[in-house]
């Protein structure tokens, strides 16, 4: 037997191998980087809120949101008049039950002006729900509500001259 020969198959399949081996390295890392920038690329809108209606006055595009702590979402809402009267300055009012409140609707967003909303008509809002960087994990009850009352004052609860309100969850993992 010729044991010379039979090292020099071994050393060949070794390097054969590790050439391989590295060659599928950079092959998985090459692909892996083109789907993540396809995935960065991509844009996440949100779907519009169902109409609202006499039976439903405030609906929402999603009732479950989950995010984490200073992270924001997008949601639309949709209201409707079912009174007697023109809404004057009607907008969505975020409450949520906690004592220290970690969710805030981001103030600078137009959509979620106030704005008039004649008697059987319905109208669309939408903006930007921020979690607060200090939020602690867990679920959170939360809801939208349309007052009787024009330009509410930052904070307001949905406690008082409610005409309507909607309940969602704000999952914080």
């Known amino acids: 037997m010729n044991k010379k020969g039979s090292m020099e198959l071994s050393v060949n399949s070794i390097v054969?191998?590790?050439?391989?081996?590295?060659?599928?390295?950079?092959?998985?890392?090459?692909?892996?980087?083109?789907f993540s920038d396809?995935?960065?690329s991509l844009v996440?809108?949100?779907?519009?809120?169902?109409?609202?209606?006499?039976?439903?006055?405030?609906?929402?595009?999603?009732y479950t949101i989950v995010t984490g702590a200073g992270k924001s979402e997008g949601i639309k809402v949709n209201?409707?008049?079912?009174?007697?009267?023109?809404?004057?300055g009607a907008?969505?009012?975020?409450?949520?039950?906690?004592?220290?409140?970690p969710v805030k609707i981001t103030s600078s967003n137009?959509?979620?002006?106030?704005?008039?909303?004649?008697?059987?008509n319905s109208?669309?809002?939408?903006?930007?729900?921020?979690?607060?960087?200090?939020?602690?994990?867990?679920?959170?009850?939360?809801?939208f509500c349309m007052l009787n009352a024009a330009s509410p004052a930052e904070g307001t609860l949905c406690t008082s001259n409610v005409i309507a309100r909607k309940d969602f969850t704000i999952e914080i993992d």
């Open 16 to 34: 054969i191998l590790v050439i391989a081996i590295v060659m599928l390295g950079l092959i998985l890392g090459f692909v892996k980087s083109k």
């Open 38 to 40: 396809l995935g960065n």
């Open 44 to 62: 996440k809108e949100e779907p519009d809120a169902s109409p609202a209606s006499l039976s439903d006055p405030i609906t929402i595009s999603r």
């Open 79 to 88: 209201m409707y008049n079912s009174g007697s009267s023109t809404l004057t």
């Open 91 to 101: 907008q969505p009012i975020l409450s949520c039950s906690s004592t220290t409140n």
């Open 110 to 120: 137009p959509q979620f002006n106030a704005r008039d909303i004649g008697v059987g």
């Open 123 to 143: 109208s669309s809002y939408g903006g930007v729900i921020t979690i607060s960087s200090g939020a602690t994990k867990g679920t959170y009850l939360c809801q």
